[in-house]
């Protein structure tokens, strides 16, 4: 059974930086777009990042532009987001997904393959 494995989340400080890795288990994700959620405490899961198979095109929500940035390395099967200028409300669980299309979206339902999340705390 696939699935995904986050890592490098962390108690960090505001302005501090930190990177995500996502790493799939049972199979090879170089052919399906990729993207990471997160979800705040009594918040939904929402949409933060999200990058095609072929690396060339990606998507932000508008909160994350200019901090985030998401990337991914098909020859290691992996995909990073890496986050500048932490704010506290970016505390949260972060999650990575897997879509069986080349194109990614920001639907979470379009996802098949999840993650257990990465907890990321921002103190002030």
């Known amino acids: 059974q696939a699935h995904l494995v986050e890592s490098g989340g962390g108690l960090v400080q505001a302005g501090d930086s930190l990177r995500l890795t996502c790493k799939p288990s049972?199979?090879?994700?170089?052919?399906?777009?990729m993207a990471w959620f997160r979800q705040a405490p009594g918040k939904e899961r929402e949409f933060v990042a999200n990058i095609n198979y072929i690396a060339s095109r990606t998507d932000y929500a508008d909160t994350f532009k200019g901090r985030f940035t998401i990337s991914r390395e098909n020859n290691e099967n992996t995909v990073y987001l890496q986050m500048t200028n932490l704010k506290p409300e970016d505390t949260a669980v972060y999650y990575c997904a897997a879509r069986k299309m080349a194109r990614a979206t920001r639907n979470l339902g379009d996802y098949e393959y999840w993650g257990q999340g990465t907890q990321v705390t921002v103190s002030s």
């Open positions: 049972g199979r090879t994700f170089s052919i399906y777009a």
